[in-house]
């Protein structure tokens, strides 16, 4: 298994690009008090967050598929967005196999094409287990709650 190879492009990167460009890179370290750096390139916008809170694990991964937080009504912003909320999560993973379960809610604040500021309610969660197929790597064991903020530009 190499640890970048392309099947989102067929394989073949020289013909064929990734339409959404996503990606992320996360690493958390929780030893009772702890913290998840996460960042990436979604839709066409870097973006970087940060969680802090309690728990115990440490975890580090590649995801091809890493996202933003998105609201739950779907709208995405032209300009700058920001992030703020709070995640529960329980899990373990290693390569391409996970299992676990995580909540997040929180509030993204963006701005449209014409400058005019939004805010919007961020829901997502449930539990999940699986056995990808993407080219995502990585290794992680832990238990949390956080609260984080976010920034996408």
């Not at 099947?7 to 370290?29: A, Q, R």
């Not at 960042?39 to 970087?48: I, R």
């Not at 995640?87 to 993204?108: E, F, H, K, T």
Request: glycine share 20%.
């Amino acid at each position: 298994m190499a640890f970048f190879r392309v099947d989102y492009v067929g394989n073949d990167p020289v013909n064929f690009i990734d339409p959404t460009g996503y990606w992320s890179i996360k690493v958390s370290l929780f030893a009772g008090l702890g913290g998840t750096v996460f960042f990436g390139h979604d839709d066409g916008k870097w973006f970087a967050t940060a969680d802090f809170g309690a728990g115990l694990g440490a975890g580090a991964s590649f995801n091809p598929n890493g996202s933003f937080p998105n609201p739950v009504n779907g709208n995405k912003y032209d300009g700058v967005e920001g992030f703020v909320g709070v995640q529960g999560w329980a899990g373990a993973s290693i390569g391409p196999a996970s299992v676990g379960g995580s909540y997040q809610v929180g509030m993204l604040v963006g701005t449209d094409c014409e400058g005019d500021l939004h805010a919007d309610y961020v829901e997502a969660g449930g539990t999940y287990d699986t056995f990808s197929r993407t080219p995502g790597f990585g290794i992680s064991l832990g238990i949390g709650v956080t609260m984080g903020v976010g920034i996408a530009w």
